[in-house]
């Protein structure tokens, strides 16, 4: 009998190794009991927005990528050199058919790629309001069809009131002091 038991749990253990090693040779595993490894090898937790990676106690060091995509919210903490209100993103722009075209670029967006109209002789005007302090903003002509170009409009401080693209790819990169925009990178544009 008691040679009866150890064969019955013998084959109990087998039949449960072999469970798991057929389990690990179809296209998913399971790593944990909330997340997937699929046959691509990504990994993907068992329901949508459910699992942290680290915790407010133990947080990850550094995470290495080739890109990086976030779905809604990105908090940074710990930074002191961006404000809190470090807008991600990036919108298109195009000016209206008007003399001059006229646009808006966001401040709830990182990046702001414009395209101009074609329509009279003034150069086209994209308007910019004051951003929060620290705040960074990237505008960039990605299509010119305007023969005088693109006028971006904020304050800038001291003389300057706006900033003349006039050739596809010229950008700038601008960070706020709360009250005007202050140049960090200009490439191709024209300070007036």
């Known amino acids: 009998m008691r040679n009866n038991k150890f064969k019955i749990l013998t084959v109990a253990l087998i039949m449960c190794f072999m469970a798991t090693l ?35 106690s133990y947080a990850v060091d550094n ?10 919210t990105l908090a ?27 646009g ?16 009279g002789t003034d150069a086209d005007i994209v308007s910019l309001a004051a951003g929060d302090a620290g705040q960074m903003k990237i505008v960039k002509l990605v299509a010119d069809t305007e023969a005088t170009g693109m006028a971006l409009a904020a304050d800038y401080g001291g003389a ?4 003349l693209f006039e050739t596809v790819d010229d950008l700038v990169i601008l960070v706020s002091d709360g009250t005007e ?12």
């Open 22 to 56: 057929a389990y690990c040779g179809t296209d998913q595993g399971q790593l944990g009991s909330s997340w997937i490894v699929n046959s691509d090898g990504d990994i993907i937790p068992d329901a949508d927005a459910a699992q942290d990676l680290g915790s407010s």
């Open 63 to 72: 995470i290495y990528t080739d890109s990086l995509t976030i779905g809604e």
């Open 76 to 102: 940074v903490t710990g930074i002191t050199t961006l404000s809190e209100a470090l807008s991600m993103g990036s919108e298109a722009v195009t000016t209206t058919a008007a003399d001059p075209g006229l």
């Open 104 to 119: 808006t670029a966001s401040i709830a967006k990182l990046v702001t790629l414009v395209t101009t109209d074609d329509t």
């Open 160 to 163: 300057s009131a706006s900033i």
């Open 181 to 192: 925009w202050h140049i960090l990178l200009n490439t191709g544009g024209t300070v007036s």
